[in-house]
């Protein structure tokens, strides 16, 4: 979809300002009722599109993602404007700088709609811990759209964003991407940079693109990655334009299928609905194989070990004095605090949500003295098995596929009281952000329930850095959906 616009906006068939009112006009249409943005930026995005035309009028060459309309997720920094992880501890924050990855967007000259929705502080798999209102499914206004980035998959499933961006920190792009029929990348650990992204969990948080096409992810990709000065994590640019490795030819390829992921728990109609996408695979050329990854069944538990653990330290700047509300405002709507601890406390009880603080005692237990070596140290030493089992894999296959989630998506307030439901929403996507690999969520097929067509993701995972092998076995399966 993106390299044709851009040729319309070269060959001069349409311009960026009337793409971007296009793109504009849907939402005011279509996001009453789907609520996948929290604000709207469309002066500015007309600002920059109409820059953009002055480049093409001026005959300057432009960028393939130049003009094209995209959505970030409400949880990374652009500055001057209000940024609230979904949280209402943020509601009056105002970012004073721009995130890396939205002056990525910037330098390519694409144009920012807005902010999307999310789960509070991105903890959540299906947008409902947002302070702020509800996403809706564009598959079906009775389900959630997935999380926690489900306003950026909603947005894009519903033609409201050519491209969005979210974060994925144990599935928050690939999960959303599956229950709403888009693609969704969580590109490896340390290839795009998180400056300026309201960090949950830094060891496993990354951002990454939901898009309608795997070429579009690509292309995404190949605007944002690379080394970054303000995140040590980030590694060095190799160069690859990921668009360039579609051939639509993955003869040869070796693709394992985990049998730890496949086991009696998973739902008869996402087994047959994968099976048939295992046989596409195989008649594209590809080499099935079984294989093991031995420690899957600790990930979800390792996860909610280190994850909570990084949140209650990343979350400890939340404190009422240095970012968003506090308590101690001098407002009418609070009676104010005498002391410092008061006013910690009472804008953290005020600010955070239940899911938050749920993981944040949860965190500050494991963190604690005499708890550290039973539950982080320990969980910190399963990752690595973890990890080495991706090692192993890799050896065998190059290419690790399973469904993206055990479910199609739930209807509003199904899991609300049953956390753990809620949780194993991610069994099958925290796994990658454990080992640091990349992994891709593309439209595999439907499942009819209450005769609704609902999507249903695939997942992909490679070796580390290897987005190429990646991103072109996803457009293979995709072309032969044509
Ligand atoms: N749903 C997972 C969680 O609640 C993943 C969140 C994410 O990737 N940001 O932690």
Redesign the pocket.
């Known amino acids: 979809m993106i390299r044709t616009l851009h040729e319309q906006l070269k060959n001069k068939e349409t311009t960026a300002i009337s793409l971007a009112e296009s793109y504009l006009a849907r939402i005011a249409e279509r996001d009453p009722e789907i609520g996948a943005y929290l604000m709207v930026l469309g002066d500015e995005a007309r600002k920059e599109a109409a820059r953009v035309d002055l480049k093409i009028a001026h005959g300057e060459t432009i960028g393939l993602l130049e003009g094209i309309p995209g959505a970030v997720k409400d949880n990374m920094c652009m500055e001057g404007t209000r940024t609230t992880a979904g949280s209402k501890i943020l509601d009056n924050y105002v970012a004073p700088y721009d995130a890396t990855i939205i002056r990525r967007l910037r330098e390519a000259g694409a144009i920012i709609l807005g902010k999307t929705n999310m789960?509070e502080f991105?903890?959540?798999?299906s947008t409902e811990s947002s302070a702020y209102r509800q996403t809706k499914n564009p598959a079906d206004p009775e389900r959630v759209p997935g999380?926690?980035?489900g306003g950026s998959a909603a947005a894009v499933a519903d033609g409201m964003a050519v491209f969005a961006l979210g974060?994925?920190?144990?599935?928050?792009?690939r999960?959303p991407a599956s229950f709403c029929g888009v693609v969704g990348l969580k590109p490896t650990y340390g290839r795009v940079s998180r400056y300026g992204l309201i960090a949950?969990a830094s060891s496993?948080?990354q951002i990454g693109p939901f898009t309608t096409t795997v070429e579009d992810a690509a292309i995404v990709l190949s605007e944002t990655y690379g080394y970054d000065p303000m995140d040590v994590t980030t590694a060095e640019s190799d160069g690859k334009r990921f668009e360039d490795f579609l051939s639509g030819d993955i003869r040869g390829l070796k693709i394992g299928i985990p049998k730890e992921y496949l086991s009696d728990g998973l739902d008869e109609r996402v087994r047959s609905v994968f099976t048939e996408a295992v046989e596409r695979f195989r008649s594209l050329g590809a080499e099935i194989r079984e294989i093991s990854l031995p420690h899957s069944k600790y990930a979800l538990p390792v996860?909610y070990i280190i994850?909570p653990s990084e949140v209650s330290s990343n979350l400890a700047r939340f404190d009422g004095i240095r970012f968003g509300m506090s308590v101690n405002d001098g407002s009418e709507r609070f009676a104010g605090s005498d002391t410092l601890l008061e006013t910690y406390l009472d804008t953290r009880d005020y600010g955070f949500g239940d899911e938050v603080k749920r993981r944040i005692m949860l965190g500050t237990y494991t963190l604690s003295a005499g708890y550290y070596d039973a539950y982080y140290k320990k969980a910190q030493k399963v990752r690595d098995l973890i990890r080495h089992d991706f090692v192993d894999a890799f050896q065998e296959v190059d290419l690790v596929f399973s469904p993206t989630a055990p479910e199609a998506a739930f209807r509003f307030g199904a899991k609300q009281d049953d956390l753990i439901g809620?949780?194993l929403?991610?069994i099958y996507?925290?796994t990658a952000?454990l080992a640091g690999v990349p992994a891709i969520s593309f439209p595999m097929g439907t499942l009819n329930e209450d005769g609704k067509d609902l999507p249903l993701g695939g997942q992909l995972m490679a070796r580390w850095f290897d987005e190429e092998t990646l991103l072109r076995t996803a457009d293979a399966f995709e072309k032969t959906n044509q």
């Open positions: 789960d991105a903890m959540g798999s999380g926690s980035s974060s994925d920190t144990g599935g928050s792009i999960q949950m496993l948080d996860y994850m809620m949780y929403s991610d996507t925290v952000n």
